[in-house]
C-alpha cells in the first residue's frame, strides 16, 4: 500500500488536440510558398518594388515557420497537490525573492501587498523566507516593510483561519464582501474582517504620509532607519535587515522576513535585476539555503494561495532532469493584456510541449543548484559530491572560489546546496556579517556569478538569457498553470510604458540574439533541442522583424509615390493569392481571440498595437543593440512605471482608471518620431495619388487598387497618431515631433523619387 501511495503520480501531463490548428498553419505556410513562387516566376515582368516584396515575404514565410514549428504540440499540466503529503515525508524550505527598485515607480504599497501575498501562502511558515531586495536604497521601502510585517501578524493567521482565497490585501478589500462564501458571514468573521480592513487602511495611510513625509524634507534617520543617512541610490554600502525572524520555528506563525539593498558603487557595473537576484541568491543562501527559490517581481502577487504546493507537485513529482525550474504563466489583474494571454495560449503551451517554457523572470520557481551551474548530467559519487562535466570535482575549494567568489561560509552553503543537503540554521542573525560581504558590489569579481552561476548577465531580458543557458545544459522546465491563476502583476499603464517596455525587450533580446550564448550555438555546441533552438529563434528576432515590417509598411507608400506596384493587378489571377492570405490570417486571429474570449474589438485594438509597437519600440531596439556593439552606448535596464491601483481602497477610488485610460499619450521620445513619420508618408502617398501628382509610368504598370489599401490599412493601424495629431497637451503629439516627422518625410518622398528616376 504505501508503495502504491508512493507511485501515486503527482501531475498528468495533458497534450490537447491541435489538428484543426495544424491544418490551418500548413495552409497559411503553402498560400505564402505559392505567393513566393507566383513572384519569382514574374520577377521578370516587374520592378524594383517586386523585388523587395520578395524579400520581405521571404521573411515573413520564414517567421512563419518558426512560429508553426514552435507550437506544433501543445502541452499543460494538470496538478494534484492533495497527494503531496502522500509522496513526500517533509515539504522542502523554499526562498521567496521580490525585486523592486525605485519607490516612485514602484510605490511601496505594491512592494508591501505582493510580500504580504507570499509570506501569507498555504505552506509550513518554517519552509518559507521572504526576501526583498531592494535597488533604490530607500528608507521608504523599508519603512513600509517594517509596518507591513506588524500587519502581516494579524493578517496572516486571518487568512488561514477564514482560507482567504486573495492574500493580497489591497485585492481581497476590493472583493465584493457579498461574494464570499456563507461560512464567512458569521458575525466573528465580519468582526475580524471590519479589524483587518481597517488595519490595513491604517498601513496603506502610514505608508502615504511617511511618502509625503520624506518627499517633504526627508525622513529622520535615527534608530534602525540610521543606516540610510547619507546613501546616495547609486553609491552606498550593504544594508541587510531582518525585519521578522520565525525563530521558534513554528509551521503555523510568520516566515522570515528579510531586507537587502546590496551594495552599489559607481564604478562597479551592478547589471540591474540580473545583479539583484545573483544578490538575493547569495544572501539567501548563508541565511536560509532552500533547495528551491520563488521569484516575483514587486507587482506580482499571488493570487492562488496553493501555488507553491502546486509548483511542488511538478518539482518533486518529476525526475530531477525534467524540470530545472517551474513557471508561471505572467498574467494582470489591472487590464488584461489580450496578447500575452494568446501568446500563452497558442505559442507558449507549444514551447511547453518542446522543452519546457522559456524562463518569464517573474513567478518563477527555481532548483538552487541549477541555478549555481550544475549539468542535468552531473553525477553524484559514493560520498555525495557531485562532478561537473565542466568543471570537475565541484567539491576542490579551488574551482568553487572561482565559481562562487571568496566567502567560505558561502562555499560550504553552496556545496550542501550543490548536494542536495538541507542546512538547518536556527539563528539568521548568526550570518549578517557574512550576507553583508557577499552583497559588497566587488564580491562577484574573478567569480563566475553572472556567467556560469546565477542569473545571466549581458541582455536587458536577464530572464530569457538565464533560462536559455538553464535550457541549453539539456534541462527541461515545467509550467504550472492553476486556475485561479497562480500570480497577477500589473499591466504597464499607458502608450509610454508600453513602448519602453517593448523597447527594453527587443533590446535585450537582440542582445542575447548577437551573444556568444545564442540559440543557435547553444544547440550546436550544447545541449538545446532543435525545436527549442527555433522557439528562441523566434522570440530573439522580435527585434529583426521590425526593420522588415518598416520597410514592407513603406513599400506601398513608396509604390504610389513613384507610380509603381508591388502587388499584382486587379484583373491577374495572382492577386487571389495575397488576398487569400490577408483573409485568412485575420479570420484566424480573429477566431483565436474569440476562443479565447475576447471581442472583435480587442482584436483589432491588439492587431494595430502589434504593428505600431513592431515598427517603432522594437525598432529602436535594433538601434540600441547596434549602437552597443559599435561602443557608442549601454544598454540601460529602464523600469516599467506601476500604477498605484492598490492604495484605492484607503483613499476611495480608482482615479488612475479614467476615461482617458485608453488614448494614447504622447511625448517628445524619438519612438513617436518614428510612428509620426510612418503616418505622414502613407498620408503623403494617399495626398498624391489622390491629387493625381502621380508620375508617368513609363511603360511599366502604375499604382493601382492594392497599394492604396495596404498604405490605408497601415493608416488604420496608425490610428492612435492621427488622433495625435489634431490632440492638444500630453494627448498630442508634439510640434517638434511633427516637424522632425515632416522633414524625414520630405527626405522619403525626394529619395524614393530620385530611386525611381534612376
Ligand atoms: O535595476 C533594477 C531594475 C529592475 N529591477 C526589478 O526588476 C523587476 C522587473 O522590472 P519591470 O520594470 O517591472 O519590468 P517588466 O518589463 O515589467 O519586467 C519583465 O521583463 C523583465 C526583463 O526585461 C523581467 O525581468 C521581468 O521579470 C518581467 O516581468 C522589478 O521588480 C524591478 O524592481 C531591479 O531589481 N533592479
Ligand atoms: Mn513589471
Redesign the pocket.
Known amino acids: 500500500m504505501a508503495a502504491n501511495l508512493f507511485s501515486l503520480p503527482l501531475y498528468e501531463k495533458i497534450f490537447p488536440k491541435n489538428t484543426a490548428q495544424r491544418v490551418l498553419d500548413i495552409t497559411l505556410l503553402s498560400l505564402l510558398f505559392s505567393l513566393l513562387i507566383y513572384r519569382l516566376l514574374s520577377l521578370r515582368d516587374h520592378g524594383f518594388p517586386w523585388l523587395l516584396a520578395l524579400l520581405f515575404e521571404s521573411c515573413f514565410t520564414f517567421n512563419w515557420v518558426l512560429i508553426i514549428t514552435t507550437r506544433w504540440t501543445p502541452l499543460y499540466y494538470k496538478t494534484f497537490s492533495h497527494l503531496l503529503e502522500q509522496r513526500v515525508r517533509e515539504l522542502p524550505p523554499v526562498d521567496m525573492f521580490v ?4 519607490p516612485v515607480l ?1 510605490p511601496p504599497i505594491i512592494t508591501v501587498n505582493t510580500v504580504l501575498s507570499l509570506m501569507a501562502v498555504d505552506y509550513p511558515t518554517n519552509k518559507l523566507a521572504c526576501y526583498v ?1 531592494d ?1 533604490g536604497c530607500s528608507p521608504l521601502n523599508y519603512y513600509a516593510l517594517v509596518e507591513a510585517s506588524k500587519f502581516a501578524k494579524l493578517w496572516i493567521p486571518f487568512c488561514k483561519k477564514y482560507n482567504v482565497q486573495i492574500r493580497a490585501p489591497f485585492k481581497y478589500f476590493q472583493l465584493d464582501q457579498s461574494i464570499m462564501s456563507s461560512e464567512t458571514h458569521s458575525l466573528e468573521f465580519q468582526q475580524e474582517w471590519k479589524k483587518m480592513k481597517y488595519e490595513y487602511e491604517r498601513l496603506s495611510r502610514n505608508i502615504d504620509d511617511a511618502a509625503r513625509k520624506h518627499e517633504a524634507f526627508g525622513f529622520a534617520l535615527v534608530g534602525e532607519f540610521a543606516v540610510f543617512s547619507n546613501v546616495e541610490r547609486g553609491n552606498h554600502p550593504a544594508i541587510v535587515k531582518i525585519i521578522l525572524e520565525n525563530k521558534e520555528n513554528l509551521s503555523d506563525g510568520i516566515p522570515h522576513l528579510i531586507y537587502i539593498s546590496r551594495e552599489k558603487r559607481p564604478k562597479h557595473p ?1 547589471h ?2 540580473a545583479g ?1 537576484m545573483n544578490a538575493l541568491t547569495r544572501v539567501s543562501g548563508l541565511m536560509t539555503n532552500a533547495p528551491f527559490m520563488l521569484n516575483v ?3 506580482m502577487f499571488v493570487n492562488n494561495p496553493e501555488v507553491v504546493r502546486q509548483a511542488m507537485c511538478l518539482l518533486l513529482g518529476s525526475k530531477e532532469k525534467d524540470c530545472a525550474f517551474v513557471q508561471c504563466p ?1 498574467l494582470y489583474h489591472d487590464s488584461p493584456t489580450d496578447t500575452l494571454v494568446l501568446l500563452h495560449e497558442y505559442v507558449g503551451k507549444g514551447i511547453v510541449g518542446i522543452q519546457g517554457p522559456f524562463y ?3 513567478g518563477c520557481f527555481h532548483r538552487r543548484k541549477v541555478i549555481y551551474g550544475l549539468w542535468p548530467d552531473d553525477t553524484k559519487d559514493e560520498s555525495g559530491i557531485y562532478f561537473n562535466s565542466v568543471n570537475g570535482k565541484v567539491d576542490g575549494d579551488e574551482i568553487l572560489v572561482k565559481e562562487f567568489g571568496n566567502s567560505k561560509e558561502f562555499i560550504k552553503s553552496a556545496g550542501h546546496a550543490l548536494k542536495g543537503k538541507t542546512d538547518i540554521r536556527m539563528n539568521l542573525s548568526n550570518s549578517l556579517d557574512t550576507a553583508h560581504q557577499v552583497a559588497g558590489s566587488a564580491y562577484e569579481y574573478g567569480s563566475s556569478w553572472g556567467e556560469k552561476v546565477g542569473w545571466i548577465y549581458g541582455s ?4 530569457i538569457l538565464t533560462g536559455l543557458t538553464i535550457h541549453k545544459k539539456g534541462w527541461r522546465s515545467g509550467y504550472c498553470t492553476p486556475d485561479p491563476p497562480a500570480f497577477l ?1 500589473c499591466a ?1 499603464a499607458g502608450s509610454l510604458a508600453v513602448m519602453t ?1 517593448q523597447k ?2 527587443s533590446t ?1 533580446l537582440l542582445e542575447i540574439l548577437c551573444s556568444k550564448n545564442n540559440p543557435i550555438s547553444a544547440t550546436l555546441k550544447a545541449n538545446l533541442q532543435f525545436r527549442m533552438c527555433v522557439a528562441y529563434l523566434w522570440i530573439t528576432t522580435w527585434g529583426l522583424r521590425s526593420i522588415f515590417e518598416l520597410c514592407y509598411a513603406a513599400l506601398p507608400a513608396y509604390c504610389i509615390i513613384t507610380n509603381s506596384n508591388f502587388l499584382p493587378k486587379l484583373q491577374e489571377p495572382g492577386i487571389y493569392i495575397p488576398v487569400a492570405i490577408l483573409v485568412m490570417y485575420n479570420l484566424y486571429t480573429l477566431s483565436e481571440y474569440i476562443r479565447t474570449g475576447f471581442s472583435i474589438h480587442s482584436w483589432w485594438i491588439n492587431q494595430s498595437m502589434g504593428r505600431v509597437i513592431a515598427m517603432t519600440s522594437w525598432a529602436f531596439g535594433v538601434l540600441n543593440v547596434v549602437l552597443k556593439h559599435l561602443g557608442l552606448a549601454e544598454t540601460v ?1 529602464e ?2 512605471q ?1 500604477v498605484d491601483r492598490q492604495s484605492s481602497t484607503a483613499s476611495g477610488g480608482n482615479d488612475n482608471i479614467d476615461e482617458n485610460a485608453s488614448k494614447f499619450i504622447f511625448d517628445e521620445s524619438p519612438v513617436f518620431v518614428a510612428g509620426t513619420t510612418i503616418l505622414l508618408v502613407q498620408l503623403t502617398a494617399l495626398a498624391t495619388g489622390l491629387l493625381g501628382l502621380q508620375p508617368p509610368t513609363g511603360g511599366g504598370q502604375g499604382s493601382g487598387l492594392g497599394e492604396v489599401f495596404c498604405s490605408v490599412l497601415v493608416v488604420l493601424w496608425f490610428r492612435p497618431f492621427v488622433e495625435g495629431l489634431f490632440r492638444k497637451g500630453k494627448y498630442g503629439i508634439p510640434l517638434s515631433t511633427i516637424c522632425k516627422s515632416a522633414a524625414l518625410t520630405s527626405l522619403f518622398v525626394y529619395l524614393s523619387k530620385k530611386s525611381y528616376k534612376v
Not at 525585486?99 to 525605485?102: F, H, S
Not at 536587458?460 to 530572464?463: A, M, R
Open positions: 525585486t523592486t527598485a525605485d514602484e531586495s535597488d551592478h540591474y535585476k539583484a517581481d514587486c507587482d505572467q518569464g523572470g517573474s536587458t531580458v536577464e530572464d502583476g504597464p517596455q527594453r525587450w535585450g535596464f523600469i516599467t506601476k
